[in-house]
């Protein structure tokens, strides 16, 4: 299947090293990085694991859970979970999914049959806490990804969710803002009462909402 923004994501239940994760009931009421790696055991996605396990508080204060996939078995998440922390200095602290039968993976649509017919692509997906898909991203295996970038994204699907508002190019945290179009000018003095610049009627530039 091809998931979509917006599409609520399908649940499963599926073996982790937290034991048995009943998606749906387990992501309630909280942001959700979902991850893939291709396998255990592989030099990039030992350097990624180590880094959220790291990155972990930062998810902890937007209310977002960190959950990975491997299509590996548990027996081997728990030696390369040594090795994550031998070599990263980070102990694993969150799921990693061991997606052996690749029900989850076929689900989401992990595999691409172009890159691997049996290993997932290394997928993100971001899941607001009424289970709608927010952002999908897909890394070569060559290319570790950015995990500030994914952290950033999420501030600013929390900001513009709660204001009427859109983060222009490389935003980031307390960065000016713009109106979205279907403000008028009139319901922005409501909401932006100090005023915006008006760089042009349809670009309209405010300081982040508090």
């Known amino acids: 299947m091809t998931l979509q923004l917006g599409d609520i994501v399908p649940d499963f239940t599926q073996a982790s090293t937290e034991g048995p994760i009943h998606f749906h009931d387990w992501a309630q009421g909280s942001w959700v990085v979902l991850f893939s790696h291709p396998k255990d055991y592989t030099p990039v996605c030992t350097t990624e694991l180590g880094t959220v396990a790291k990155l972990k508080p930062e998810f902890d204060k937007r209310n977002v859970k960190v959950i990975g996939l491997s299509v590996d078995g548990l027996e081997n998440h728990g030696g390369w979970a040594a090795d994550i922390e031998e070599t990263q200095g980070a102990r694993l602290n969150f799921p990693l999914i061991a997606d052996t039968d690749r029900s989850v993976s076929n689900l989401y649509g992990m595999i691409h049959p172009n890159a691997s017919d049996t290993l997932t692509v290394r997928s993100v997906f971001i899941i607001d806490p009424n289970k709608k898909l927010r952002l999908s991203l897909t890394y070569p295996a060559s290319t570790g990804r950015n995990f500030d970038e994914i952290l950033r ?17 490389n935003w980031t945290q307390g960065g000016d803002v713009i109106i979205v179009p279907s403000v008028s000018n009139e319901a922005a003095k409501e909401l932006f009462p100090a005023g915006w610049d008006e760089q042009k009627p349809y670009l309209r530039v405010v300081p982040q909402p508090a």
């Open 153 to 169: 994204v999420i501030d600013s699907l929390q900001l513009t969710d709660g204001h009427k508002v859109a983060t222009p190019a």
